[in-house]
């Protein structure tokens, strides 16, 4: 963790996360940087334990990614290893190397396959991952005593200023299984597929298939919907592990007995990292919700809502607390989608400030001010098109990520 303050966005608290049945987290020291801090976390999962994920749309992915995407179709999973401080992403052979020494460490002492272990990280992009850190560090934990989540997602950290995490249960049939997630993510956040590292861990049993059906349903709603800079990672990666220790029926298809309540608990999860997420956004002090309506269709509305989101102007416009509702015209103008000026009608919170292609009559821009003027600011457009409608969700622009990031690789 870097020396910014906490995020003015942050929680009051961390979240009160039970103990899952069949993982054991712990954490140690690899000294990837040089740095006062775990930042090496090695979650064991017991035989069996089923694993579905989603991986970063980028082009140029880190080895890691590209082990996991390996490993997903085989469904399983016996181990986790998260770096923090090196991304190990653009380094080639040796970065490939890295990967396949950390599974086979594991490996070697749980007694499984390579293929069930799975690995991330994240940090500095174009610096290999010493592999003699990374085996000290998983001896190191194996060794260590079992920890709580709090320290499982204080170690997964970069530039983030709080520990993220959430919890959520579901009853299916006679019995309440558990979820809880934790997250990192602050700076490079771009909604194309997750952008940041999020693992959730589960004790229901549940098929790998259905998993992997309702996680990437989950994350179009979630992760998919956020931005803080526009920037997709190398190195994106959700997972999700099912133990199967709760003792439900084994739930297959999406009519089984409870798989609508655990695919809502699995939605509440993701969207509470999510938006934990873009509370952390580097600099941050806004956070901001878009509202879309009107659109053609769903998509188009997404797309128009993250043209909003992702524009400089909108967000330092926030920032300053500037009620310039013509930088929101602008974004809508820029998308690419089905638009018409003169159907356009926009808001900020309950103020209504324009509406078929000029301000609202009488319009006064004393309330705007005041909305602005606080944490939670909420833009309103409506395309005046279609049926199409999507929220995303965005923080504003600061002078702060500029420091952030001027210093982030010393």
């Not at 994920?53 to 986790?80: D, K």
């Not at 396949?100 to 594991?106: D, G, K, L, M, S």
């Not at 002492?109 to 272990?117: K, N």
């Not at 690419?336 to 292609?357: C, H, K, N």
């Amino acid at each position: 963790m870097n020396a910014t303050s906490r995020s003015p966005l942050s929680p009051d608290a961390f979240p009160d996360c039970p103990p899952v049945a069949g993982i054991t987290l712990r954490v140690a020291r690899a000294r990837y940087k040089t740095w006062d801090r775990c930042d090496l976390t090695f979650v064991e999962l017991v035989e069996g334990t089923a694993v579905a994920g989603v991986t970063t749309q980028s082009l140029c992915p880190s080895p890691e990614v590209e082990w996991c995407r390996a490993a997903l179709p085989l469904g399983r999973a016996r181990a986790l290893v998260v770096n923090a401080g090196n991304s190990n992403a653009f380094t080639g052979h040796r970065g490939r190397a890295a990967v396949e020494a950390i599974a086979a460490r594991v490996a070697g002492r749980l007694g499984c396959a390579p293929s069930d272990v799975f690995v991330a990280s994240t940090g500095v992009i174009g610096v290999p991952l010493p592999i003699d850190k990374a085996e000290a560090g998983i001896d190191a934990a194996i060794a260590a005593d079992p920890c709580g989540w709090e320290d499982a997602a204080a170690t997964i950290m970069t530039t983030d200023t709080f520990p993220k995490a959430s919890v959520a249960h579901a009853v299916i049939g006679d019995r309440t299984v558990t979820l809880v997630g934790i997250i990192k993510g602050s700076g490079m956040i771009a909604p194309d597929m997750a952008t940041m590292l999020g693992f959730i861990f589960t004790d229901a049993a549940i098929d790998p298939a259905l998993l992997q059906a309702m996680l990437a349903r989950a994350n179009k709603r979630s992760f998919s919907c956020i931005t803080v800079d526009s920037d997709t990672s190398t190195s994106d990666t959700v997972l999700a592990f099912a133990t199967g220790l709760a003792g439900n029926a084994p739930m297959a298809a999406e009519e089984d007995t409870g798989a609508d309540a655990f695919a809502a608990a699995l939605e509440r999860v993701c969207l509470d990292l999510a938006q934990q997420v873009v509370r952390d956004g580097e600099g941050a002090s806004k956070f901001i919700t878009i509202n879309v309506e009107g659109a053609t269709s769903d998509d188009s509305a997404r797309r128009i809502a993250l043209s909003i989101a992702n524009s400089p102007l909108v967000k330092t416009a926030i920032a300053g607390q500037d009620a310039n509702w013509g930088r929101i015209v602008m974004a809508v103008g820029k998308a690419g989608e089905p638009a018409e000026r003169d159907r356009l009608a926009i808001r900020f919170g309950a103020t209504q400030v324009a509406r078929e292609g000029l301000a609202v009559e009488g319009y006064d821009e004393a309330p705007v001010a005041a909305h602005l003027q606080g944490q939670e600011i909420e833009i309103g457009v409506d395309i005046g098109l279609g049926e199409g409608r999507a929220t995303v969700w965005t923080c504003d622009l600061t002078h702060g990520y500029i420091s952030i990031n001027a210093d982030y690789r010393s």
